[in-house]
C-alpha cells in the first residue's frame, strides 16, 4: 500500500472529464491535492495524467456499475490511504416534456443521477465514518430547486439528491462528515451543447412549452452562458476548506435570482392558504 503522508487532501471526483468535472479536477491539482480522478473515459484525463503523476489516479469508473465504483474505491485508499472530499458530479440532462419520457429514458437518468450518486455515496461513507471527517459535494443544479418545464424528469432526479442529502447532512454530521449541495444556474460546460439529450417522442401538444424550451436552449444558451466553470471550481474549493461549510451551495447570479423568486412565491402562497392549512386538524379538546 502506497498511503501518503502530507498534509495535501484527497479528493475523488466523478465525471471529470469533462464540465464541472474536469474544471474542479484541474483546479484541485493546482491547488497542491491529490486527487482520483473517475470517468468512463479515461483518454480524456490523459493530458492531466502526465502533468500531475505523483498526485493523480485515474480510474475507469460508470456509476450505474456498482462493481466498478467498489473496486475504484478500493484503489483510491490503496493509493492514498483515505478519501477526505467526496464531489458526486458524474449525471446527465434530459430534456423533453414529462410525458414524452418513455420509461426506458426515466428509468437510465435516474440510475445515473440519482442510484449512482447514492451508491458511489455509501461505498465512500465507510471510509469517512472510519477516517471521522470528509467532505461530500453533491453537485445538484438549480434545477434541483426550481422545476422548468421541459426539464421535468431532470428536476426530478436533482430534487431526490436534494432530499437524499438534507436527511444524509443530519445523519452524518456527528461523525465528522459534512455534506453540501452544489446548485449552479447557468454555466458555460457542455451540458446544452454536445451533452444535450432529448427525449425521443414528441408530442405536438407541448410545442408551445417544453418544445419551446429545447429550441431556445439549441439556440440561444449553449456557448452562451454566463457562468465560468473554473471560477466555480474555486467556489467550491473554498467552501472544503472552512470549518462549517453551508448545506447549499448556489453559483451564479441567474441561479440566485430565480431561487429566491421560488421562495418568495412559496412565502406568498402559504400565507395566502395558511387558513385552509391549519384548519385539518381534530378539534382541540377543551
Known sequence: ??????????????????????????????????????????????????????????????????????????????????????????????????????????????????????????????????????????????????GTMGMGMYDATKFAVEGLSEALAQEVAPLGIHITLIEPGLFRTSFTGRSLKVAQKQIEDYAQTSGMVVGWTKQHIDGQQPGDPALAAQAMIKITEVAQPPLRLVLGADALDMIRKKLAGMMQELDAWEATTIATAFPAVE
Do not use: C
Not at 498534509?7 to 464541472?20: E, K, L, N, P, Y
Not at 468535472?21 to 502526465?50: K, N, Y
Not at 440519482?114 to 465514518?129: C, D, K, Q, Y
Open 1 to 146: 500500500m502506497s498511503q501518503i503522508n502530507d498534509a495535501a487532501r484527497v479528493w475523488f471526483i466523478t465525471g471529470s472529464s469533462a464540465g464541472f468535472g474536469r474544471a474542479l479536477a484541474e483546479a484541485v491539482l493546482a491547488h497542491g491535492e491529490h486527487l482520483v480522478a473517475t470517468a468512463r473515459h479515461l483518454e480524456q484525463l490523459q493530458d492531466l495524467s502526465a502533468r500531475y503523476l505523483d498526485h493523480l489516479l485515474t480510474l475507469p469508473l460508470d456509476v450505474t456499475n456498482e462493481q466498478e465504483i467498489r473496486a475504484a474505491v478500493a484503489q483510491a485508499v490503496e493509493r492514498f490511504g483515505r478519501i477526505d472530499v467526496l464531489v458526486n458530479n458524474a449525471g446527465y440532462g434530459l430534456f423533453g416534456a414529462v410525458e414524452e419520457a418513455d420509461d426506458a429514458e426515466a428509468r437510465q437518468i435516474f440510475d445515473t443521477n440519482v442510484f449512482g450518486v447514492l451508491n458511489v455515496t455509501r461505498a465512500v461513507l465507510p471510509i469517512m465514518r472510519k477516517q471521522r471527517h470528509g467532505h461530500i459535494l453533491m453537485l445538484s443544479s438549480l434545477s434541483g430547486v426550481v
